[in-house]
């Protein structure tokens, strides 16, 4: 069974590169506390909304947290858990906003309640298994960084997919391809 | 590029929840506060919300510590160094002072959780 074409896999495998690729420049930012991130690597799967079904999107997010925890050695340590919750749960909402809310929505928004919902997911999991109630402590530092590096990232991704002449050739593409496919299975 | 009607909703949202938190936490650690002197004579507790100059008498002489502002500090001792002094305020759960010479040592703690981290501390 051929779950993706051959041309999305490859989109998939090059947008999940540029995402370990900016794990790898966000590791050489300091980090005061093991969970916080700037979020670099959110750019590519940002940007795959615009590209992407649900089942390729998701698929990418699984590359973005596994070339996380391999630049960032945290494989096989609990980091890891919170990482993929974290993750899945902003990418989800994200998902979900990207389609119930557009055009009313840029990806600035969608950046913005991705970021607060990977900290909410990732604070709640902290409470639950390690820290106890005093990591609602740190709580309001987490939302503070997250929300200006979510306002910064998601500014980019907005600029970046207006004005990139690359990005739209990949989207062009990316429809192109869904359009053969599609006719393919009609043709079967 | 221009904001959306939906972005700067999904702003507002983030910045209340922000704001939420940071009132709650504030509140959190003003309201639970207490801070624990131990002395030759025994374990006192007192509250950080209330200001408040507490004499002990130790071994060296007179140790003055002063609760201000939700906070406690060693203000003045007749030990040598002043070491305690030194230390500064302490205010969240799990920060300590301590005189050695005069046998004094205080520390501070919250509620629930933060006793737990006090336990396994000392």
């Not at chain 1, 999107?57 to 858990?81: D, M, P, R």
Request: hydrophobic share 50%.
């Amino acid at each position: 069974m051929q779950v993706f074409t051959e041309k999305k896999l490859n989109r998939i495998a090059l947008l999940g590169a540029f995402s370990m690729f900016l794990s790898t420049i966000e590791y050489l930012f300091p980090r005061p506390i093991p969970f916080m991130r700037l979020g670099l690597a959110n750019l590519p799967v940002i940007l795959s909304l615009e590209l992407f079904s649900a089942p390729a999107y998701f698929l990418l997010i699984l590359l973005k947290v596994l070339g996380q925890a391999l630049v960032n050695g945290t494989l096989a340590s609990y980091v890891f858990l919170f990482s993929m919750v974290g993750s899945f749960a902003s990418g989800l909402l994200m998902w979900l906003c990207y389609k119930a809310l557009r055009p009313r929505i840029s990806f600035v928004g969608i950046s913005v309640m991705g970021a607060l919902t990977s900290n909410m997911a990732q604070i709640i999991l902290s409470i639950s298994f390690i820290f106890g109630p005093s990591a609602w402590r740190i709580l309001p530092l987490f939302l503070g960084i997250g929300l200006v590096s979510g306002l910064f990232i998601g500014l980019f991704a907005q600029r970046f997919s207006e004005k990139s002449k690359w990005w739209e050739l990949i989207r062009q593409g990316a429809l192109k391809d869904d359009l053969l496919t599609e006719e393919a299975v009609d043709e079967k | 590029m221009k904001l959306r009607l939906f972005d700067i909703l999904a702003i507002v949202f983030s910045l209340a929840v922000f704001l939420a938190f940071t009132l709650y936490g504030n509140r959190m650690s003003q309201e639970e506060g207490y801070v624990i002197i131990e002395d030759e004579a025994g374990q006192s507790i007192y509250p950080l919300e209330e200001d408040r100059v507490i004499d002990l008498e130790g071994p060296v002489g007179e140790t003055v510590i002063v609760i201000e502002d939700g906070h406690a500090r060693f203000e003045s001792s007749d030990c040598d160094d002043n070491l305690c002094v030194q230390m500064g305020e302490i205010h969240r759960a799990g920060e300590w002072a301590a005189c050695l010479p005069n046998k004094i040592f205080m520390y501070t703690g919250g509620k629930g959780d933060d006793q737990e981290v006090d336990a396994g501390v000392y």
